[in-house]
């Protein structure tokens, strides 16, 4: 890491691995090398230590009080501290800062598979909602490419991380869903005489091409409802 950044980390920070697809594990930086390497705890995943490959590329994310950063790590090994197996990454970035991306907000109705998420400390973000009891079909509310709003009969609290199955149905005949993480960013009770809440979300860990696919669709959508309005209104 650049000697800019180097200090941005800490010993004891709590950071998230994302290895692109799957689960985002929950790890803890445990000490930092002479040579920069970062010395995390073992996730775990449904109580079994996950087993990442040396050589293996991914991201580790970090907050402070300005936000969310992201480094770009390599699997350099496992080691010991002691009686501690440790697994040691080496930095391949300096910590980059997400930015907030603003984002139109389209008004749209989509079938969404909510799944609540456990989150323990060194306890993995499951993304396996088959069969799950704890999986909740509502309806979106308005969508961005960066977040969404849902109508929910559960009452989540602001931080809350939960799993995402939305379904766009686009392009044409796939009828597959997109998955993503969300973490809650605004409950509101809904309209007197209706049960339930207005639920706000934000996404995590959105890559490139899920923005990018987001955005299509909700481009696509606005364009469709703007040309209807057209017809209607005789223009």
Same mark, same amino acid.
């Given at each position: 890491?650049?000697?800019?950044?180097?200090?941005?980390?800490?010993?004891?920070?709590?950071?998230?691995?994302?290895?692109?697809?799957?689960?985002?594990?929950?790890?803890?930086?445990?000490?930092?090398?002479?040579?920069?390497?970062?010395?995390?705890?073992?996730?775990?995943?449904?109580?079994?230590?996950?087993?990442?490959?040396?050589?293996?590329?991914?991201?580790?994310?970090?907050?402070?009080?300005?936000?969310?950063?992201?480094?770009?790590?390599?699997?350099?090994?496992?080691?010991?501290?002691?009686?501690?197996?440790?697994?040691?990454?080496?930095?391949?970035?300096?910590?980059?800062?997400?930015?907030?991306?603003?984002?139109?907000?389209?008004?749209?109705?989509?079938?969404?598979?909510?799944?609540?998420?456990?989150?323990? &400390?060194?306890?993995?973000?499951?993304?396996?909602?088959?069969?799950?009891?704890?999986?909740?079909?509502?309806?979106?509310?308005?969508?961005?490419?960066?977040?969404?709003?849902?109508?929910?009969?559960?009452?989540?609290?602001?931080?809350?991380?939960?799993?995402?199955?939305?379904?766009?149905?686009?392009? &044409?005949?796939?009828?597959?869903?997109?998955?993503?993480?969300?973490?809650?960013?605004?409950?509101?009770?809904?309209?007197?005489?209706?049960?339930?809440?207005?639920?706000?979300?934000?996404?995590?860990?959105?890559?490139?091409?899920?923005?990018?696919?987001?955005?299509?669709?909700?481009?696509?959508?606005?364009?469709?409802?703007?040309?209807?309005?057209?017809?209607?209104?005789?223009?």
């Amino acid at each position: 890491m650049a000697s800019k950044n180097k200090n941005l980390l800490s010993i004891g920070d709590k950071v998230d691995l994302y290895l692109g697809t799957g689960p985002v594990y929950l790890s803890k930086l445990e000490d930092i090398t002479q040579s920069g390497n970062l010395l995390v705890s073992i996730p775990t995943y449904q109580g079994v230590p996950v087993n990442i490959k040396e050589g293996q590329g991914f991201q580790l994310y970090f907050y402070r009080t300005n936000g969310r950063y992201r480094v770009n790590v390599k699997m350099n090994g496992y080691v010991k501290d002691g009686h501690i197996r440790l697994m040691e990454l080496k930095p391949l970035s300096d910590p980059q800062r997400q930015q907030r991306r603003d984002s139109f907000r389209l008004p749209i109705d989509l079938k969404v598979l909510v799944t609540n998420i456990e989150e323990t &400390e060194n306890e993995s973000i499951t993304e396996d909602v088959s069969g799950s009891d704890k999986t909740e079909q509502v309806s979106s509310i308005n969508l961005s490419a960066t977040g969404i709003a849902i109508a929910s009969r559960h009452q989540y609290s602001l931080g809350d991380r939960v799993n995402l199955q939305i379904y766009l149905n686009w392009p &044409e005949g796939n009828s597959g869903p997109i998955e993503l993480i969300g973490e809650v960013r605004q409950v509101t009770e809904a309209e007197p005489f209706e049960k339930g809440f207005i639920v706000g979300l934000r996404f995590l860990y959105l890559s490139n091409d899920t923005y990018s696919h987001l955005y299509r669709f909700i481009m696509s959508q606005e364009q469709k409802r703007l040309r209807q309005k057209r017809l209607v209104e005789g223009d």
